[in-house]
């Protein structure tokens, strides 16, 4: 079955620093990549995604992420932590064509300290 | 422009009991997803609406689940009778197209006692 992989539940950062979410999904045909973000008490809201061309996406709030199809992954970066990037980050695949039926992962929690 | 909401935030019922959860999409927006997440596991998809037709019902765990979107506005999702392990949040979004985004609404949390 089609699954996507995020690995750690909770990641802890200071502020300032590097943040990066790892994601991996289980099939080598190339699908459509998704970074979510959901603050507390709203809905998911869509940072970045990656259809086709560049493989380096780039989102708001100043997150980018890679796609490597060697290596199955689609990993979310930024290169300096701010306090209200706090939140649950979900990564998410589709392999429909377009946004249909997304296979999120189990999601991590970024924590940022001062 | 306001966007996906759902009704209610909170629902807290008995095993056995019917809920009914509420979403409304962003106006003109002809596709309307389910999803659910159960606590500390991946959001799963449940179904998909294009108008008032299910499109892709796929991931309905039973027929305790009923969905409907009569007239392509609104969409309810109904458990009948509840169990334990249906609790969890539940999540609606909608699109004007199928390659365009989802957007999310804030979900429903169902607890099931």
């Known amino acids: 079955a089609q699954s996507v992989t995020q690995l750690g539940s909770h990641v802890s950062v200071s502020e300032g620093a590097l943040v990066l979410l790892r994601c991996n999904y289980s099939s080598s045909v190339p699908p459509y990549l998704f970074w979510y973000v959901q603050y507390p008490n709203q809905g998911l809201q869509l940072l970045l995604k990656?259809?086709?061309?560049?493989?380096l996406v780039k989102g708001i709030n100043g997150f980018e992420a890679e796609f490597k199809k060697s290596e199955t992954s689609f990993h979310l970066t930024k290169p300096s932590a701010h306090m209200s990037d706090a939140a649950e980050y979900f990564c998410?695949?589709?392999?429909?064509?377009?946004?249909?039926?997304?296979?999120f992962g189990t999601g991590t929690r970024l924590l940022v300290s001062p | 422009e306001a966007g996906v909401t759902q009704f209610p935030s909170h629902s807290v019922i008995e095993k056995g009991q019917t809920v009914t959860l509420r979403c409304d999409p962003i106006s003109g927006h002809d596709n309307l997803y389910w999803y659910r997440r159960v606590m500390g596991k991946e959001i799963k998809f449940l179904l998909h609406f294009v108008k008032e037709s299910k499109q892709d019902e796929s991931g309905m765990p039973n027929n305790r689940f009923l969905a409907e979107r009569t007239g392509g506005t609104y969409s309810t999702l109904k458990v009948q009778p509840a169990e334990l392990e249906d609790s969890g949040v539940y999540f609606c979004a909608s699109s004007q197209d199928t390659t365009d985004e989802q957007f999310f609404g804030p979900g429903t949390r169902l607890t099931v006692l």
């Open positions: 998410a695949v589709s392999w429909l064509v377009g946004f249909q039926k997304l296979v």
């Open positions: 990656y259809t086709t061309g560049a493989t």
